[in-house]
Structure formats: C-alpha cells, structure tokens
C-alpha cells in the first residue's frame, strides 16, 4: 500500500525558498499522478499543484503559478515542491497525496474531498511564512 510522507518545511521570512519532499514506501512512485495540498489555520485542504506519473505534465494553483515548482525522481520515489518568493498566505501544513485521475486542478479538488472525507491525510510538513 503507497504511503506518502511530507518533509521539509520551516519557518522562513516573506520572499523566501522552501524544497518540500514527498517520500513513498510501500509501492512504487511511478504509477501515480501526485499533488501537493496545503491546510491554513482554520481552512479547508486546498490542492497547490500536481504532476503526471511520468513528470511530463504539471498543474498549479494560479495562487501559485511562476512560485512553485513541482517535480518528480521516480528513481528516489519521491515529489518535490520547489517554493519560491514565499508569502505569508503560504503559510500551514503542507501534504503530498497520489490523485484520484489525472493531474488538473479537478482531480487536486476531488482529491482533497476525499482523502479528507476518509480523514486519511499522511504526515504533512509545517510552513510557516512570517517575518
């Protein structure tokens, strides 16, 4: 059964960098679209931004669209999320979640439903944006 483990979050100040890492275990990366999710204090999981099993395709929030880049080693099993001029707004708990269908801001959304409704969010990363 895939597992999903966020890492690499931190406190950093306004318009500063963040590589966050998804590692999996228990099956292999490659099969998967994943995306990366992100829960602010007292809201909802929201989808950030997603990439295609093969790395081919990426989609993101326009939150975050020209900040964050998305990337994927299949060969490490493992999902970045490159975040840059981070903003205070991007501050909470980052998670990485394998999608239900392919990688658009649909199934980020559908996604976050689910995985939420079945309360199975994996261990997620702090990101805390503040000065």
């Known amino acids: 059964q895939l597992q999903l483990v966020a890492s690499g979050g931190a406190l950093v100040q306004p318009g500063g960098s963040l590589r966050l890492s998804c590692a999996a275990s228990?099956?292999?990366?490659?099969?998967?679209?994943i995306g990366w999710f992100r829960q602010a204090p007292g809201k909802e999981h929201e989808g950030v931004s997603c990439?295609?099993?093969?790395?081919?395709?990426?989609n993101h929030a326009d939150s975050v669209k020209g900040r964050f880049t998305i990337s994927r080693d299949n060969a490490k099993n493992t999902v970045y999320l490159q975040s840059n001029s981070l903003k205070p707004e991007d501050t909470g708990v980052y998670y990485c979640a394998a999608l239900f269908g392919p990688c658009n801001m649909e199934a980020l959304i559908n996604t976050a439903r689910t995985v939420t409704g079945f309360n199975s969010w994996g261990q997620g990363t702090q990101v805390s944006v503040s000065s």
């Open positions: 990439i295609s099993s093969s790395g081919a395709s990426t």
């Open positions: 228990g099956s292999s990366l490659d099969h998967y679209a």
